[in-house]
């Protein structure tokens, strides 16, 4: 399983890509989970990371996101990231795997997204 919070869930995305260059990973790992992310709608709902996505997540990619989360909204009006799937959900899920969860943490952080939840992945 991966776990990733803000800019983690990139390091998420990146690891991603990357094992995806190799046959032997197919459905290498369970599932995915964001918390707050900073990835751009754009980029995860790529042809490209759907394709990713497919061949490496044997389970579900679940993004859990809050339109109150007061650090990627900043971000996202200022202009910094566009659309990042932590604070607006994604507009188009890339793959059947994809489920988003909308919560209410108290903040940005990881402990306040985990706090809301009913169970841990």
Request: hydrophobic residues 30%; glycine residues 6%.
């Amino acid at each position: 399983r991966l776990i990733g919070h803000s800019l983690g869930t990139e390091v998420i995305m990146s690891t991603i890509k990357k094992l995806s260059s190799n046959t032997g990973n197919h459905n290498i790992v369970e599932s995915v989970h964001f918390f707050g992310s900073s990835t751009s709608d754009d980029l995860i709902s790529s042809k490209k990371y759907e394709k990713f996505l497919q061949k490496i997540v044997r389970g579900k990619v679940k993004n859990y996101y809050s339109p109150n989360d007061e650090v990627l909204k900043e971000s996202h009006e200022v202009g910094w990231i566009k659309n990042p799937i932590g604070y607006t959900g994604m507009t188009n899920n890339p793959t059947s795997k994809f489920k988003q969860i909308r919560v209410n943490p108290k903040n940005h952080r990881f402990a306040s997204y985990v706090h809301v939840l009913k169970s841990f992945p």
